[in-house]
T-cell receptor, first 112, second 110 residues
Framework: DTAVSQTPKYLVTQMGNDKSIKCEQN?????MYWYKQDSKKFLKIMFS???????INETVPNRFSPKSPDKAHLNLHINSLELGDSAVYFC???????????FGSGTRLTVV | GQQLNQSPQSMFIQEGEDVSMNCTSS?????WLWYKQDPGEGPVLLIA?????ELTSNGRLTAQFGITRKDSFLNISASIPSDVGIYFC??????????FGAGTTVTVRA
């Protein structure tokens, strides 16, 4: 049973396209996150939702829009993709702000 | 969020060696965590530290929460080949955000 699952695992797309990454967790957690890992492996938070409410919104271009239809799902939609958006995107979940996020296995996005 | 200074950036291990890495911050944290990331996977939590001065072990791993609350270290004793990967420190205040270090890449010395 996968705790935090992301789809797709790999995504290759052309500049200017719009794409979505989906995330689902079956841990019963109430908080979900999107993190971006750049080519130097640095992990930076993008968004967080607690019970479907946006609670963290870091300095991220407006082209990135998260959506949480329920507390088990957090999707990330990206408009007008740019070369610099190429990275690995990780979804994670936790119960409240309690430490010990559980991460998904990542989506490697390559924009060509 | 704040960026943590993690060192060394990379290290080579020989099976059986003890290895050490550390993390410092200009700000205090209430919680320090250590994660490991294997290729193609997400980070997995190894150890969480909740109190200044706390020393916690998890098998061959030992981590400490610095007294100043601005640093932490992780030791791996008697390293084995499956210890290779990227180790991240992370700090948390009272909010939901984790601030990560840049990682220490551990590889096996040929």
């Amino acid at each position: 049973d996968t705790a935090v699952s992301q789809t797709p695992k790999y995504l290759v797309t052309q500049m200017g396209n719009d794409k979505s990454i989906k995330c689902e967790q079956n841990l019963g957690h109430d908080t979900m996150y999107w993190y971006k890992q750049d080519s130097k492996k640095f992990l930076k938070i993008m968004f967080s939702y607690n019970n479907k409410e946006l609670i963290i919104n870091e300095t991220v271009p407006n082209r990135f829009s998260p959506k949480s239809p329920d507390k088990a799902h957090l999707n990330l939609h990206i408009n007008s993709l740019e070369l610099g958006d190429s990275a690995v995107y990780f979804c994670a979940s936790s119960q409240g702000g309690v430490v010990g996020y559980t991460f998904g296995s990542g989506t490697r996005l390559t924009v060509v | 969020g704040q960026q943590l200074n993690q060192s060394p950036q990379s290290m080579f291990i020989q099976e059986g060696e003890d290895v050490s890495m550390n993390c410092t911050s200009s700000s205090i944290f209430n919680t320090w965590l250590w994660y490991k990331q294997d290729p193609g996977e997400g980070p997995v939590l190894l150890i969480a530290l909740y109190k200044a001065g706390e020393l916690t072990s998890n098998g061959r791993l030992t981590a400490q929460f610095g007294i100043t609350r601005k640093d932490s270290f992780l030791n791996i004793s008697a390293s084995i080949p499956s210890d290779v990967g990227i180790y991240f420190c992370a700090g948390q205040l009272d909010d939901y955000k984790l601030s990560f270090g840049a990682g220490t890449t551990v590889t096996v010395r040929a």
